[in-house]
């Protein structure tokens, strides 16, 4: 079964707004996008709004668990609607792509290791830096 956005927002307790549904068919269009790219995204498709409401919409959403908030090293934060498993990103240090990377034991938090006594690890976030496949072969044919 399929839950529509609006009944996704209903389920987590937020109201139902243009606003929000505008944002998550955004990052349904383009995962991994900042608040800045949402913001053109909305502007494109003609939903006047200001970066701070798109900010607000984002903050909320992620506040909810219906968004999850990375942050790439030396780049803004990044919002996506992939939330239901503990997947990492490959960033290309070159155009900025960011991918998804499947967790390779396939439960979280699908990393081991040491935590202080006590501590118990929900989720572990990597974030693999390098030069994706597209950014590889422009270098080689430059």
């Known amino acids: 079964m399929t839950e529509?956005?609006?009944?996704?927002?209903?389920?987590?307790?937020?109201?139902?707004?243009?606003?929000?549904?505008?944002?998550?068919?955004?990052?349904?269009?383009?995962?991994?996008?900042?608040?800045?790219?949402?913001?053109?995204?909305?502007?494109?498709?003609?939903?006047?709004?200001?970066?701070?409401?798109?900010?607000?919409?984002?903050?909320?959403?992620?506040?909810?668990?219906?968004?999850?908030?990375?942050?790439?090293?030396?780049?803004?934060?990044?919002?996506e609607r992939r939330i239901d498993d503990n997947h990492h990103h490959a960033l290309c240090r070159v155009c900025g792509r960011v991918d998804d990377v499947d967790c390779v034991v396939g439960a979280a938090p699908c990393l081991h290791a040491d935590a202080p006594p006590g501590f118990a690890v929900d989720t572990a976030e990597v974030t693999f830096v390098g030069v994706c496949a597209d950014c590889a072969a422009a270098a080689t044919t430059a």
């Open 4 to 79: 529509t956005d609006a009944e996704l927002l209903r389920e987590r307790g937020l109201r139902v707004t243009q606003g929000r549904l505008a944002v998550l068919d955004a990052l349904a269009r383009q995962p991994h996008a900042d608040a800045d790219a949402v913001h053109r995204a909305l502007a494109a498709a003609g939903h006047e709004t200001s970066v701070q409401s798109v900010h607000n919409v984002l903050g909320d959403l992620t506040s909810a668990g219906v968004l999850r908030r990375f942050e790439p090293e030396r780049s803004a934060a990044r919002y």
